[in-house]
């Protein structure tokens, strides 16, 4: 490939052109990067907000359709300028399945558009069995809030990721790849990696790398669009690539507040970004010089864990409240609904309490914050919703059609006749399949940035 | 599993002390923004981007925001909570560990996207035009 590993650079420009791909992007989005001289593009597929489902059944959030769109404008995009394109945590968790379907698509589009690239795929997946030699080692450390790790837990998730540093990254792309499809990746490391290969430093690259995680999020238009930024000796500039958009002072300098819990101190695999000296400058009105970033290097190098674990499977039901008399007295009603849901499954289904579980939520009154909610008042309609959890579908759908003639019929403790609720489907039972729980919050020791991570290398066609 | 027991919506009590009752002003009112969010899976974050200098010193005042304040609203042990007061984007961050772990059955927001309303309610004196 001629985009160069051997030139010395005075600067490297980094393309961010969304916060996730299949969020998608404008066109003119691409066109402004490449004709400021981007020198590589990133972009994050993935992410662990949305919950553990994805990563637990190793699903991805976005649709084909909408990852094949982006990708369909970023290959062209790559292979026009003959610049390096950069996919992290592909299919929204970035299990081994998650970069293949990513990978595929890819694959499909570039065959299509008759673009020949050579592609690299870095997986992520952990063994169980390997990560218990570690944990016996003494080589796994809990992150707060969680404890210890046992092996039981280990051997109970159905996917286990690491998420990789830069190091896989530079690999891949120093091995020849124009294309990298990474599996769990820390969203910083996919914008560092090509920086860090060209030399730049290492407190303003993993700092731009921060800014541009989310693309347009740190501009003062978080839905116009990418960013580009320019990583030099000193440190970096930013700017929106919407021609409207502005980055300022005050819109860089909150994105490092953004979905962390440390806003001047972010944990990679090799050590730890520092801000609290950072300085945001305008150079004009949108676009902001920031230097004074720091990077310290850590004595050991650790790979975070994500890990996921079947928690059971759930049923939903849910009916809908608008007469006033019982919107009037919803607290009590609700209590009682709980202890007779209680009470007819034991007596039906002879279940004790400890074989299932349900959440009752009153969408309209306290559904969101629950306990927490600060307002009070008699709402005008509530949507009753009605959450079973069981170790099989079939226990946890049979609770929920022994609550049905409740969730239909349920007077208040002061009624006394019976009312009838609105439900809005026929059947009332909403079978929600497998769920998922994160259940890890841990590093391990890395014995190298790369070894626990696996790189294979495609041919261009 | 046992048998989910919900609290009934209890009326949480205010912070304001009745002193600056007649005054006062919720601090969501006095800002540009609060917003909260998950920072991974096992960690809430929340921040008030107050409007100027002005609000900003009244969010960052310990008596009106602080970890036992937080510890209040959310019903967390004050011990868990960080508070980031920063001056220079008028902006006051609060994380705390997720008392409901994402996605299990009692979780009812996913991306604690909405728990930033009881913070925002929280009163404070009107500042001085």
């Known amino acids: 490939m001629s985009t ?13 052109p969304t916060g996730m791909l299949g969020a998608g992007f404008a066109e003119s989005t691409v066109e402004r990067a490449l004709a400021l001289g981007a020198d590589v593009i990133s972009v994050d597929g993935g992410s662990t907000d949305s919950g553990p489902a994805y990563l637990g059944a190793s699903k991805p959030k976005t649709t084909a359709a909408a990852v094949a769109r982006d990708l369909r404008s970023l290959l062209k995009a790559a292979a026009r300028a003959d610049i390096p394109l950069i996919v992290g945590s592909c299919g929204t968790s970035g299990t081994d399945s998650g970069v293949d379907w990513v990978a595929g698509l890819a694959a499909q589009v570039m065959a299509e558009e008759g673009l020949d690239l050579r592609v690299a795929r870095i997986y992520s997946e952990q063994s169980a069995v390997d990560l218990k030699e570690h944990l016996s080692a003494g080589r796994i450390h809990p992150l707060p809030p969680l404890g210890q790790l046992t092996a039981e837990t280990l051997q109970s998730c159905t996917h286990i ?34 920086p860090l290969i060209k030399g730049m430093p290492a407190g303003p690259t993993w700092h731009m790398a921060k800014i541009v995680e989310c693309g347009g999020q740190c501009t003062t238009n978080p839905r116009a669009g990418g960013v580009l930024a320019t990583v030099d000796a000193q440190g970096f500039e930013i700017e929106p690539l919407d021609t409207d958009a502005a980055c300022t002072p005050t819109s860089v300098a909150a994105h490092m507040l953004y979905e962390t819990v440390n806003p001047f101190r972010m944990r990679e695999p090799d050590g730890e ?23 310290h290097v850590a004595e050991q190098h650790t790979i975070k864990l994500e890990g996921a674990r079947l928690s059971g499977y759930e049923t939903i039901s849910f009916s809908a409240i608008r007469d006033p008399l019982v919107l009037g007295d919803l607290g009590r009603w609700s209590a009682l609904m709980r202890t007779i849901i209680t009470e007819r499954v034991g007596q039906t289904l002879g279940l004790s309490t400890d074989e299932y579980a349900f ?6 009154h306290n559904a969101v914050l629950d306990e927490l909610e600060p307002e009070t008042g008699p709402p005008r309609e509530v949507a009753v919703m009605l959450l079973v959890s069981a170790a099989d579908q079939a226990t ?29 489907t026929s059947p009332a039972e909403i079978e929600r399949g497998a769920a998922y729980e994160f259940v890890l919050n841990h590093v391990v020791e890395s014995p190298t940035p790369t070894s626990l991570f696996r790189i294979e290398m495609g041919e261009t066609r | ?35 909260s969010k998950n920072a991974g899976p096992f960690w809430v974050t929340m921040e008030l981007f107050m409007r100027d200098a002005a609000s900003y010193r009244l969010a960052a005042d310990e008596a009106y925001v602080s970890e036992q304040v937080i510890a209040h609203l959310y ?19 609060i994380s705390f560990p997720r008392p409901i772990s994402q996605g299990s059955l009692r979780d009812r927001d996913m991306h604690a996207g909405q728990h930033h309303v009881p913070l925002a309610l929280v009163r404070v004196p009107r500042p001085e035009a």
């Open chain 1, 359 to 364: 959440d009752l939520r009153l969408y309209g």
């Open chain 1, 273 to 295: 970004l520092d801000v609290s000296d950072a300085t945001y400058v305008a150079l004009d009105d949108r676009r902001v010089r920031v230097e004074g970033s720091r990077f």
């Open chain 2, 75 to 93: 019903r967390v042990d004050a011990d868990d909570v960080q508070i980031f007061r920063i001056p220079s984007l008028n902006v006051v961050k």
């Open chain 1, 161 to 194: 990721v690491g998420a990789m540093g830069h190091e896989p990254i530079v690999e891949a792309l120093q091995s020849g790849a124009q294309v990298v499809f990474a599996g769990r990746a820390t969203d910083t490391a996919i914008a560092a990696a090509y």
């Open chain 1, 396 to 424: 946890a759908t049979a609770v929920a059609k022994v609550a049905n003639p409740l969730m239909l019929h349920l007077p208040t403790p002061d009624m006394d006749y019976l009312p009838s609720f609105a439900f809005a």
């Open chain 1, 4 to 16: 160069t590993h051997d030139r010395p650079a005075d600067s490297v420009r980094v393309f961010a």
């Open chain 2, 1 to 35: 599993m046992s048998e989910t027991t919900v609290p009934e919506a209890a009326a949480v009590e205010t912070v304001a002390p009745d002193s600056v009752a007649p005054e006062s002003v919720a601090l969501g009112e006095l800002a540009l923004e609060v917003r």
